[in-house]
């Protein structure tokens, strides 16, 4: 028992890394192998990339929508034509992103009338809020270029009488079809609604669309929307009645043979058009 072992160490000795490792690197974990990029690369903060709350098709996809140029498509449906994982996971991910500010989306209305999903993508949450002032703000000047063009304002035009939705239909074809003749005639979905009434004040006083559309279209470029309530033609003669009864007035319907507004209770010939057809058989 009092012989000494002169193999076991006098204590155990502690794992240091720059002494039992000399060349002090660890045995797990990552290691980076990187090389500096000089041009195609995104810069992505940290925030986003290793964001604690995000789930990590969220990230990726925050990292693929601010990599994209500007105008690129990054609705649901082609972001699932592009990546292999399904709708319903990508418009969950976009969701995510907009709780936590890295995506706005907002719906628009184009001047066609159309409306659109307009997406803005941010790197940096609540920068705007930090980076604007009120002071600044106040300081800053617009200039004349800056200001939006004024809407131009339309005329008012006389409504029909009986506003049929066929009636209307029509009238709206009518106005959709003026920029056939002159570019400068291109209406939006909003005007076209707010024109159509007096086009169809027109075509209830047995003036055909092919007659309206001669009229707002000649003597280009005087005003010719201002022509639906300037030059509002007369009304046609009212026929006198057979008998006292009084006639049941019919809703306006565009004859097969002339395209002539008339009355009638359905759809057919006008009544020249009649007289034509029975001369010629």
Known sequence: MDTENRSVPARVQSRIPAKNHPDGHRTAGVVHDHVRHTENFTVIGNDLA???????????LACYIQSVRPGTAVDIKTLAARFPEGPTRIAAALRELETHGYLRRSRERTPTGRIVTRTISCNRPGHRATRETPARRTTTRRTATDEPAPRKRLPAVPQP?????????????????????????????????HLAPGVAAWLERDLTPTAVRHALTANLPNEPLARLAAQLPPPPPLRP???????????????DGCDRAFRAPSPGRCRDCRSEHSEAA
């Not at 009645?241 to 004859?255: F, I, K, M, Y």
């Open 241 to 255: 009645p057979a008998s006292p009864v009084p006639e049941r007035r019919h809703p306006l319907q565009t004859c």
């Open 161 to 193: 009488s009986y506003p049929s939705p066929a009636l209307l239909r029509t009238a709206v074809d009518v106005l959709a079809g003026l920029r056939r003749h002159d570019p400068r005639l291109l209406l939006s979905a909003t005007d076209a609604e």
């Open 50 to 60: 290793q964001h604690p709350e995000l789930s990590l098709l969220a990230i990726g």
